[in-house]
């Protein structure tokens, strides 16, 4: 796949523990196509970029083009690029994101100071291991 995709920084989280709940059920069919296309080809070159993105076109929260959460989420995605040190627009494979993402934030236990008022954390917590 040469397309660039657009993922807002705080999905990579998201991505690692989606199990088929969300907003609504046409937002996680969605995404879970998301996930499964780039799963299936993990080189795609993603563009990390605080902006609605190839998840957000099927949320209910996405009222026209704009997060309805838009400052929360804001703050989980400054937090995503802050912690695993890479700019806004930054573009890497699929692979190399989930694994930053999973090395900086999963793994030494920060994801809870990252998105621990999310409405979803409980899904979350109880597979990040801490
Ligand atoms: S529109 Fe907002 S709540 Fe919906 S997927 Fe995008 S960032 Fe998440």
Redesign the pocket.
Known sequence: MSEVIII?P??GM?FQFYEGK??SEE?TDH?GKVIHMLEKEPDTKLKISIR??A??GN?????EG?????DK?IR??KAVLDICGIQNDAELSYRDFLELVSRKIIKTGKRKDVCGDCEWDYICGKNDGF
């Open positions: 807002r705080h999905h998201c969300g907003y937002f995404m609605e993105d998840v957000c949320c209910p929260n996405n009222a704009s997060c309805k959460s838009r989420v989980y995605d």
